[in-house]
């Protein structure tokens, strides 16, 4: 799934937006804004982020106190939250509900209270990259072979099929990763009902990533390309209730090792 231009052109925006300063962040998120606008992958895959983000409750969530009372931001951790609130955050700013200045100078200010953009950058525009990046360009960045290995393609079947030995394999992983793969097998199961364009083709390799990501038990790719299927169910409906069970797992498990 060959990254395109206007996706390119999106992350370079916000690429400049890290180096910024104050005064002309401002500009530099209205570009992005327009650029989300008229990027129609971006802009579906955020519709459906927002779909299931409520914005004030996960607002109050990440802009806090510690306890000592100082003012700090935490960025949620699950996929979807982190691509909406970034895009709730740069919204209002570019509507200027949201003082850029002052938002830096509250949450993001150094250790003598200076305004320092770095942090803002570190901590909210390079996440909100690394995620447009693994969902659009996902496959360059995670080999299909095993690490220990990578002159030998790994033992697993492709398409998945629900063989006995590959059925051995997942009931050997931790419950959330097992219950996954049993969902992602009844997807490919699904996919086979339809017709084949360039959405079902992208699914299937997002799920022979999903699986291969649950094999290793790496729930921090396993979350990417759920993110990524997110976007390619807009246009494969059938899969998008299926989905939502993965999103519920991850979120599950999430929880759990948050504690």
Known sequence: MEMNKQVENLIELCEEL??????????????????????????SLLEECLGEFDKEKEFA????????????????????????????????????????????????????????TPIFADKVVEPFIRLLRETFN????????????????????????RTVAFQMQIQDLPKAFAEICD????????????????ATIDAEQLLNALVIACMDQDLDYASAMTTALKYVCHYVRPLRHMLKEIEEIIKEQVMLESR
């Open 18 to 43: 890290k180096t910024s300063k104050v005064l002309f962040a401002d500009k530099k998120i209205n570009n992005i804004l327009q650029s989300i606008a008229t990027t129609p992958e971006v802009y």
């Open 61 to 116: 969530k990440a802009f806090t106190m510690d306890a000592n009372g100082n003012n700090v931001f935490v960025m949620p951790k699950e996929e979807y939250k982190i691509l909406a609130l970034v895009f709730c955050l740069f919204a209002d700013i570019g509507k200027g509900k949201i003082k850029f200045d002052e938002l830096v100078e509250t949450y993001f200010a150094d250790e003598r209270g200076k305004i320092d």
């Open 138 to 161: 996902a496959f360059d960045d995670y080999s299909l072979t095993s690490p220990e290995d990578e002159g030998k393609a790994r033992v697993l079947p492709f398409p998945f099929e």
């Open 183 to 198: 969902v992602a097998l009844e997807m490919f199961e699904r996919l086979k009902e339809e017709r084949e364009t360039d």
